[in-house]
């Protein structure tokens, strides 16, 4: 709640809520966010838990689906248009393999989501604030293209590492 307060003081538009140690949050709790997000006109997305692999174990992968379902059925009730997670990682399978069972689980994941009436996206996650990275080419690149969407930004400055891109971004709109 003090957050999207926060992020409309600032004059950011969309808000990522951090659930990389666990969702944690009431239902009761996701509902007041929903109407905190239309009074404020706020977007929303979540980041559903870091213990995620969806390549890993039989076991592994069982308990990673059943935390991206909890994040994205609380990330719908909180009104979120989507959520990110990081897939998982290789292990000592071939890249290929591993996608093959990631995509898999993610028909599984939209399928899940869609029949507990969860209305969002699942998307994977791409850094975007590296210190070596040119992202001020890359928001060219999207103005160029007509991109729409949102670019959430996930470093431990975080307000001022999000408002950087979107002044850069407002004077070459
Ligand atoms: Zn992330």
Not at 55 to 70: K, T, W
Not at 131 to 141: H, I, K, M, V, Y
Not at 143 to 170: K, N
């Amino acid at each position: 709640m003090h957050g999207i307060r926060r992020v409309r003081e600032l004059g950011l538009e969309c808000l990522e809520m951090s659930w990389g140690n666990g969702v944690r949050m009431s239902g009761a709790t996701a509902d007041r966010i929903h109407e905190a997000r239309l009074e404020d006109g706020l977007e929303l997305a979540a980041h559903a838990p870091y213990y995620v692999n969806l390549c890993g174990a039989e076991d592994v992968v069982e308990r990673s689906m059943a935390r991206l379902i909890e994040a994205g059925v609380q990330g719908g009730r909180c009104g979120a248009a989507s959520f990110c997670f990081h897939p998982g990682w290789y292990g000592g399978q071939t890249p290929s393999a591993a996608r093959k069972r990631v995509a898999a689980r993610l028909r599984q994941l939209t399928r899940a989501l869609r029949d507990r009436g969860a209305s969002l996206d699942a998307r994977r996650h791409v850094p975007l604030l590296k210190s070596e990275f040119r992202w001020r080419d890359l928001l060219r690149a999207l103005h160029e293209v007509h991109a729409s969407g949102w670019v959430i930004c996930e470093t431990p400055a975080m307000e001022e590492d999000a408002l950087r891109p979107q002044r850069f971004y407002r004077r070459i709109a």
